[in-house]
């Protein structure tokens, strides 16, 4: 078997540190103080922002009382583990929440993502990305859109194979029928997601216009699962502001899971890589165009 990821790792041990610092009845501002260090780099490592150190886990765990030889020697393995994080090298162009959001999207062993208003990153064509990304980062220079562009394409590796994470995507109609980047670009990305919705690690599901009113109004969401019990659901939401937020409180992981089962509920499944593949026809021959439809029923009022 494969070693777990850095990720997994990481977020092994900022969830068994905080548990030892709980059952030790320390604060944080406690521990601090102990250690010498600044309030802001233990809430930094138990957050998952920073790693730590062997020689600073050490003393930490001495100060959280931790004796036991073979749960030491399990904390320090997982330090180790977790020095290289995934897609480091693009903390120039990502904040620390998104940065977070890659960590838990690389460690996860069920992604469930619900979408309304674009294709997922992890799924985009490079010609959709190279149009979405400006149109809502106008300030981007031409080196930052092909920095975006090649941490995008690094995580689409997550889906190839095999062996890896179950993935379940649900799509609102609105996104499969945008013709972001036009007719060319969009026949692409709908022959691109035909083809993923076909491998056994993908499920593909489309919510259509014709659900009405749903529980996925209120914006994106994703909810990840963990290969082990020790690390709690996650659920993260990020609104078209780039504002985003991340919870492990189960009651909110838990309230995600069962608005993403609601939607399951009226979503189409079946036959989906056909289904876009239909799509994909109508848009090369432009009967989807809503536009030339309103014109076309215009002309035929005026005659």
Do not use: C
Not at 41 to 56: C, F, Y
Not at 152 to 169: I, K, N, S
Not at 215 to 225: L, S
Request: aromatic share 8%.
């Amino acid at each position: 078997m494969s070693a777990p990821s850095p990720a997994l790792q990481r977020l092994r041990l900022r969830t068994e540190l905080r548990r030892a610092r709980t059952s030790a009845g320390l604060t944080q501002r406690q521990v601090a103080e102990k250690m010498e260090w600044s309030s802001s780099k233990l809430i930094r490592i138990e957050a998952g922002e920073v790693g730590i150190s062997v020689n600073d886990l050490r003393p930490l765990l001495a100060a959280y009382g931790v004796t036991d030889r073979r749960r030491i020697e399990t904390l320090l393995d997982l330090a180790r583990g977790g020095r290289k994080m995934p897609f480091s090298e693009f903390r120039d162009i990502f904040g620390k929440e998104f940065q977070q959001y890659l960590e838990f999207e690389s460690s996860a062993s069920l992604v469930r993502m619900f979408n309304s208003l674009q294709i997922p990153g992890i799924l985009q064509t490079e010609e959709y990305m190279r149009t979405i990304i400006p149109a809502y980062n106008r300030t981007l220079s031409e080196e930052a859109l092909e920095r975006h562009v090649e941490a995008r394409l690094m995580r689409q590796e997550l889906l190839v194979g095999d062996e890896g994470a179950q993935w379940f995507f649900i799509l609102d109609e609105a996104v499969i029928r945008r013709q972001v980047g036009g007719r060319g670009v969009m026949r692409k990305q709908l022959e691109r997601l035909s083809e993923l919705a076909a491998r056994p690690r993908i499920t593909m599901m489309i919510l259509p216009f014709s659900a009405g009113a749903h529980a996925g109004m209120e914006g994106p969401f994703t909810h990840f699962e963990f290969e082990t019990d020790e690390i709690a659901d996650l659920a993260y939401m990020e609104n078209p502001r780039g504002d985003s937020y991340t919870t492990n409180d189960p009651e909110e992981t838990g309230r995600y899971l069962g608005r993403f089962w609601e939607l399951e509920d009226l979503v189409v499944k079946d036959d989906i890589p056909e289904l876009l593949r239909r799509l994909t026809e109508r848009v090369e021959t432009g009967s989807d165009d809503l536009v030339a439809l309103l014109r076309s029923a215009e002309e035929s009022s005026n005659e």
